[in-house]
């Protein structure tokens, strides 16, 4: 990280004049990344309108059985998140029907829209459960992305150089001096 950041000082946040005002996350999970542990690493970067406002990177607390309990844990952790962010613009007069998570795994958005527990993810802790509560109440969408839009990799995964600067590009990252 201390090499990237001593080679790119030029490269910073820019926050363009002219932007929506949607508020939507993307969220990804490497599946069992770790190789100590084999926990997975949960990305996450949160836009309103096409610019950053909070983005982060953190390894898993417990070990995920399958992608898609990998992938939900990630996105009922966010969940979280983007309601105490939504709670924050509204403070300052923005209003929001529905954010939206955008996440690559069928799976995972089939298991958050759909209210019956499954034989195969009944382990998963119920606080992650609680994206499945907000997703009813309608406050929140699980949106599936396609892997090469997934920008969240560049949280959770190495990158071929070609994907990481079109990834640092559309995070708003980009020469400022």
């Known amino acids: 990280i201390f090499k990237y950041l001593a080679y790119t000082p030029s490269i910073g946040l820019w926050y363009p004049r002219k932007s929506s005002f949607d508020l939507h996350t993307y969220s990804d999970t490497d599946f069992g990344g770790y190789k100590v542990d084999r926990k997975s690493t949960s990305g996450m970067c949160q836009f309103l309108g096409n610019m950053l406002i909070s983005w982060f990177s953190k390894k898993q607390n417990s070990v995920a059985l399958s992608t898609t309990e990998a992938e939900y844990i990630t996105a009922g952790s966010f969940c979280a998140q983007i309601m105490w962010m939504k709670q924050q613009l509204l403070d300052y007069g923005f209003n929001f029907e529905k954010m939206s998570i955008r996440c690559d795994n069928t799976s995972a958005i089939c298991l958050g829209k759909n209210p019956v527990h499954h034989s195969r993810t009944k382990h998963i802790d119920i606080r992650y459960h609680f994206i ?17 839009e997934q920008v969240t990799d560049i949280f959770t995964k190495p990158l071929d150089e070609q994907t990481f600067s079109k990834f640092r590009l559309e995070l708003g990252l980009c020469e400022i001096g």
């Open 132 to 148: 499945k509560d907000h997703i009813e109440k309608g406050d929140i969408e699980l949106v599936f992305v396609p892997t090469q």
